[in-house]
């Protein structure tokens, strides 16, 4: 079974994927976080704060790699006319697991 690709379709696909990546990169996720690290004095508060704060990056950079390798196939894919949809699934799903 082949899939039919229109690479223009794609490329916008690829487009509209590469803006949200670079949005996500833009996010400022430290200010939240040093707002409220000396909340709560007396507690564990602060530790579990900058442990958060610690997850919530590595989150956001692992979610934006991620879109980053779909625009990659995507603009890989969107060079073919023709590709064999198991290919395209496969490479999807070939994408190196979350960090």
Same mark, same amino acid.
């Given at each position: ?12 696909? $690829?487009?509209?994927?590469?803006? &949200? ?5 833009s996010w400022d996720t430290?200010?939240?976080?040093a707002y409220s690290q ?10 579990? !704060?900058?442990?958060?704060?610690? &997850?919530?990056?590595? &989150?956001l950079v692992n979610i ?10 995507? !603009? ?13 699934? &496969? ?6 697991? $979350?960090?």
């Amino acid at each position: 079974m082949t899939l039919q690709v229109d690479p223009q379709a794609l490329r916008a696909f $690829a487009s509209s994927v590469t803006g &949200a990546a670079d949005a996500l990169g833009s996010w400022d996720t430290d200010a939240p976080y040093a707002y409220s690290q000396s909340a709560l004095p007396g507690t564990g508060f602060s530790d579990i !704060n900058a442990r958060s704060h610690l &997850a919530t990056t590595h &989150a956001l950079v692992n979610i934006r790699l991620r879109l980053l390798e779909v625009v990659d196939i995507s !603009n890989g894919a969107a060079d073919d006319y023709d590709i064999a949809e198991a290919d395209f699934v &496969a490479a999807l799903a070939a994408m190196d697991p $979350a960090r």
